[in-house]
């Protein structure tokens, strides 16, 4: 039986010390020589094993000053629809959320033609930081028709962790579908200090549309998130 390459020995254990809290998320590994030196390895078998784990997206390289630890990602297989509190817990993250704006204004015309109301309608704007393990991952900035709320205190969408479950428990608003829309920028002056992350860094943005079960708009969303800390699968089938 072959032996077992020195590299994937010094990854597994490099894994096994991050998974044990040897070096917190967020934190650096120690550098190249110091590793050569516990391992008694060379510096290619080092770098064989941190760019294996750089792949798998367990630590990240940062030019001119280590090799960070990189948070757990937050993981979503969009088979099912799950609200950004659900998607957390499911996978042992600890949901938060901070920096909370409730407003009303009229409908911007991007605004307006999402939820398929006429420009200057009247809108919820509802923006906040989403936090896991208290660690800022995105800005959801979400607009919601007025009218779904006559009747009721809009800040009542303020008591609860997640959006949906509000809309749903408290003003019997069931978004039942939703529409994703991918792409990139970067980040702005607000983005970044809200994310924790420098200007003109990439975001991935998220255009949401949701729906009710008739197949109305009832919630518009811009979402920008780090992509450091977030994966997003999509499986596709032959038909």
């Given at each position: 039986?072959?032996a077992?390459?020195?590299?994937l020995?010094?990854?597994?254990d490099?894994?096994a010390?991050i998974?044990q809290g040897a070096?917190?998320?967020?934190t650096?590994?120690?550098?190249?020589?110091?590793?050569?030196?516990?391992?008694?390895?060379s510096?290619?078998?080092?770098?064989?094993?941190?760019?294996e784990?750089?792949?798998?997206?367990?630590?990240?390289?940062?030019?001119?000053?280590?090799?960070?630890?990189?948070?757990?990602?937050?993981?979503?297989?969009?088979?099912?629809?799950?609200?950004?509190?659900?998607?957390?817990?499911?996978?042992?993250?600890?949901?938060g959320?901070?920096?909370?704006?409730?407003?009303?204004?009229?409908?911007?015309?991007?605004?307006a033609?999402?939820?398929?109301?006429?420009?200057?309608?009247?809108?919820?704007?509802?923006h906040?930081?989403?936090?896991?393990?208290?660690?800022?991952?995105?800005?959801?900035t979400?607009y919601l028709?007025?009218?779904l709320?006559?009747?009721?205190?809009?800040?009542?969408?303020?008591?609860?962790q997640?959006?949906?479950?509000?809309?749903?428990n408290?003003?019997?608003?069931?978004?039942?579908t939703t529409?994703?829309t991918f792409?990139?920028?970067?980040?702005?002056?607000?983005?970044?200090?809200?994310?924790?992350?420098k200007?003109?860094?990439p975001?991935?943005i998220?255009?949401?549309?949701?729906?009710?079960?008739?197949?109305?708009?009832?919630?518009?969303?811009?979402?920008?998130?780090?992509?450091?800390r977030?994966?997003h699968?999509?499986?596709?089938?032959r038909?």
């Open positions: 039986m072959a077992e390459p020195l590299y020995r010094v990854k597994r490099l894994a010390r998974d070096w917190p998320p967020g650096y590994i120690p550098s190249e020589p110091d590793l050569q030196q516990r391992y008694r390895v510096r290619t078998t080092i770098r064989k094993a941190v760019d784990l750089v792949h798998e997206g367990r630590l990240a390289i940062i030019h001119g000053m280590g090799t960070r630890v990189v948070p757990q990602h937050l993981s979503l297989n969009p088979a099912v629809l799950m609200s950004f509190t659900q998607m957390m817990t499911t996978q042992g993250i600890e949901p959320r901070r920096r909370e704006s409730l407003t009303t204004e009229p409908a911007v015309p991007e605004v033609a999402a939820l398929s109301l006429p420009a200057g309608d009247e809108v919820v704007r509802y906040r930081v989403r936090t896991a393990d208290g660690a800022p991952v995105s800005t959801n979400s028709p007025l009218e709320f006559r009747g009721f205190d809009i800040r009542q969408l303020l008591d609860g997640s959006l949906y479950a509000q809309l749903e408290v003003f019997g608003v069931v978004v039942h529409e994703d792409g990139i920028a970067r980040a702005d002056a607000d983005a970044a200090a809200e994310l924790d992350v200007p003109a860094e975001l991935l998220i255009a949401r549309r949701g729906f009710d079960k008739a197949g109305n708009p009832i919630e518009y969303s811009r979402i920008a998130i780090r992509p450091d977030y994966r699968t999509i499986t596709l089938r038909k």
